[in-house]
């Protein structure tokens, strides 16, 4: 399962050096993932409302090349672990085909309380789409 | 009663005109406000523990001249109104005693939930110093 | 000339209050006028190639009810003042129809540097409609 | 060459689970590696005047512990590589000697223009202490 999400870039999402500030990036990945989950029936506010989370646990980025402002960029998604108690995502972002950052993330299952839960097998099947 | 906050420009906070993004002032107002209320007595996560809010219903802000990264900015912050169901603070943003920022902020008082709340006494004393 | 631009919130704009923070707004304007820009003919990265900058003087913002993480927020954008020197917007931020924040900015026409310039007709034909 | 930086956590920080957003911790990464360089003898600021940046190019971070609203966290911030045309850092974020999460980065020596460009001297020589 990989989906597609496009953002445009915000001008608040650059810095000085007149490019997208690397912290920014992060706020994309969220978006891609959220994507992804929405696409595969059932949305994360759901995932939430059932007292499921995926509390972040690991963030990785590489940067290949700049953003700017106004650019529309691809962030693509795919699930690369979807266990009981861990869940990894990769993606790929880029502008028109032009790789400009690669990532990944892992995620703890846990509670509204960030204690470690398990998956229900509900939301692992849609995982593993 | 006037607090100073000492603030240092973060790089994130800049954008690609090379200056601080209009919404960075934002959060150093919440920052003034929240050294205010620790100086009064009470830290602002007190009043949270204690179920009270200071939920932010109105943000007015004049920018008069530009921050830069690793500028050491004073926000000056005081109380304007201190009601029971209603809280007000003025803000005055300097760099070396130059002007930078001008601002208010008006707050509902309410619970945990949103909900609309009556300022126990003992926080009203210590707003009205 | 008015534009409505949707926007899914990021939970990364949400607050330990479980709502939306006060200052994510203040992108949320930005992204409207980006787009009533886009609308009008010229894109607002034509207007910063062409040495036209609309630097923010002034933000205000009342909020009347909170938005959630997932929403899909409508910012209503429309220009108040076309001026030379000064340009003015006025926004209406809802979720199916009920109103959450109701905001005005006031910008400054200036080059790159910063410096006061004046608007040219090119642009403030395009802001008139 | 070891630098302690103490952050106040704003509440813009947190996000709807009640702690701390994992985008936060890259803005505190960066205010580290800014008091380090500060500490060495040249400001960023005045690596950025001499034209040399150090554009960053992979970010690394596991998450150990929540951060909450109004915590005072420890960023303690090292060199890990000083090359002519790569340098490196790595971070410990701390409450009360409790770890919260461990990070590193990876940067690029470039110059303003984000083009490659080598390290002078006067700067390897303070990041080697």
Same mark, same amino acid.
């Given at each position: 399962?990989?989906?597609?999400?496009?953002?445009?870039? *915000?001008?608040?999402?650059?810095?000085?050096? %007149?490019?997208? @500030?690397?912290?920014?990036?992060?706020?994309?990945? $969220?978006?891609?993932?959220?994507? !992804?989950?929405? &696409?595969?029936?059932?949305?994360?506010?759901?995932?939430?409302?059932?007292?499921? @989370? !995926?509390?972040?646990?690991?963030?990785?980025?590489?940067? *290949?090349?700049?953003?700017?402002? =106004?650019? #529309?960029?691809?962030? @693509?998604?795919?699930?690369? $672990?979807? %266990?009981? /108690? /861990?869940?990894?995502?990769?993606? /790929?972002?880029? /502008? =028109?085909?032009? #790789?400009?950052? $690669?990532?990944?993330?892992?995620?703890?299952?846990? %509670?509204?309380? %960030?204690?470690?839960?398990? !998956?229900? =097998?509900?939301? #692992? =099947? !849609?995982?593993? &789409?």
């Amino acid at each position: 399962m990989e989906t597609l999400t496009q953002i445009r870039v *915000r001008y608040v999402e650059t810095d000085a050096m %007149g490019i997208v @500030h690397h912290a920014s990036y992060v706020a994309w990945l $969220e978006l891609g993932r959220t994507e !992804l989950l929405r &696409g595969s029936g059932q949305s994360y506010r759901e995932w939430e409302q059932a007292g499921v @989370h !995926l509390t972040v646990g690991e963030v990785h980025l590489k940067y *290949r090349a700049p953003a700017y402002f =106004d650019d #529309l960029v691809d962030v @693509h998604t795919r699930v690369t $672990e979807a %266990g009981r /108690r /861990r869940v990894g995502f990769a993606y /790929r972002i880029e /502008r =028109d085909g032009v #790789l400009l950052a $690669e990532a990944s993330t892992v995620h703890l299952v846990t %509670g509204a309380n %960030g204690r470690a839960r398990v !998956l229900p =097998d509900e939301f #692992l =099947d !849609l995982l593993k &789409g």
